[in-house]
C-alpha cells in the first residue's frame, strides 16, 4: 500500500508561485498515475494536474493549463506541482493521489492535503 504526504503549502500574493510537493511510500508507486486534486471551501473536489507512471503523459484542468506544471521522480518516490501565477480562485487545499487512473476511483490512495490561499 503506498502513503502519500502533500507539503509545499502556505500563503502567497496573486501573481506569485508554490510548489507543492508528493513524498510517496511504497513498492507501487512508479507504477501509479498520479494526480493532484484540491478542494475550495463550499465547492465539490475538481481535478487539478495528473500524470502518466513513466511521467511521459501529463493532463491540466482548463483552469490552470498554462500556469501549473506536474512532474514526477521515481527515483526519489515524488510527485510535484509547480504553481505559477496564483489566483485568489485556487485558494484550496490541494491532494495528491495515487492510482490506475487520473479518474479517482474508491482503490485510490489520498494524501491528508495542504492547505494552498492565495490573496488578492
Known amino acids: 500500500q503506498v502513503q502519500l504526504v502533500e507539503s509545499g503549502g502556505g500563503l502567497v500574493q496573486a501573481g506569485g508561485s508554490l510548489r507543492l510537493s508528493c513524498a510517496a511510500s511504497?513498492?507501487?508507486?512508479?507504477?501509479?498515475?498520479m494526480g493532484w486534486f484540491r478542494r475550495a471551501p463550499g465547492k465539490e473536489r475538481e481535478f487539478v494536474a495528473g500524470?502518466?507512471?513513466?511521467?511521459?503523459?501529463?493532463y491540466y484542468a482548463d483552469s490552470v493549463k498554462g500556469r501549473f506544471s506536474i512532474s514526477r521522480d521515481n527515483a526519489k518516490n515524488m510527485v510535484y506541482l509547480q504553481m505559477n501565477s496564483l489566483k485568489p480562485d485556487d485558494t484550496a487545499v490541494y491532494y495528491c493521489?495515487?492510482?490506475?487512473?487520473?479518474?479517482?476511483?474508491?482503490?485510490?490512495?489520498w494524501g491528508q492535503g495542504t492547505q494552498v490561499t492565495v490573496s488578492s
Open positions: 511504497g513498492r507501487t508507486f512508479s507504477s501509479s498515475v
Open positions: 500524470i502518466s507512471s513513466s511521467g511521459i503523459s501529463t
Open positions: 493521489k495515487g492510482g490506475a487512473t487520473v479518474t479517482p476511483k474508491p482503490t485510490d490512495y
